[in-house]
């Protein structure tokens, strides 16, 4: 097995484009390969897609700007996870997701977040980074980050552009 190179919150083998065509596949998907990474424990899948159908993470990226397409913010508990990280994942195209500020609404989805997080306390902090991230980047470099194609020059603006704390 490879060793990961990690940059803060991002791990070059934790990073994903997917041509799935809904969000269970798309989550499905990456959990396999986060799984054999040890970066999630085997019933990571149950729990964050529970969550997903419970507490949607869906945003609305338009009032930052309506050339931008909307992501979300995939989640579960931290006892599910044996790592701290962002996990960045490229859509082929959009994807429904229910919106995180109202529920019932879909969205079409291009781009995911997937926050890994072993530590309690740091849930809502990791969060709020990555909203911190969307509102503060300009949205020249969101669309250039939105728009590249592969792995490792996602890994790399991500790893450039993200100010953690």
Request: aromatic share 10%; hydrophobic share 40%.
């Amino acid at each position: 097995m490879l060793t990961a190179t990690k940059k803060g919150l991002f791990a070059d083998d934790a990073v994903f484009i997917s041509s799935q065509s809904d969000k269970e596949a798309v989550i499905r998907e990456v959990y396999q390969k986060l799984l054999d990474r040890g970066y999630v424990k085997g019933d990571f899948i149950e729990h964050i897609l529970e969550r997903e159908n419970k507490y949607p993470t869906g945003i609305d990226t338009s009032p930052i700007s309506k050339d931008l397409p909307n992501v979300a913010i995939p989640h579960t508990e931290g006892e599910f996870v044996n790592t701290r990280m962002i996990v960045p994942i490229e859509l082929t195209h959009p994807i429904k997701f229910n919106n995180m500020i109202e529920p019932d609404k879909e969205l079409d989805v291009k781009f995911l977040f997937m926050i890994l997080n072993n530590d309690p306390e740091g849930q809502a902090n990791i969060l709020a980074q990555i909203m911190d991230f969307l509102n503060s980047t300009p949205v020249d470099q969101l669309t250039k980050l939105f728009n590249l194609k592969s792995t490792n020059e996602i890994y790399e603006f991500m790893a450039d552009h993200f100010k953690q704390d």
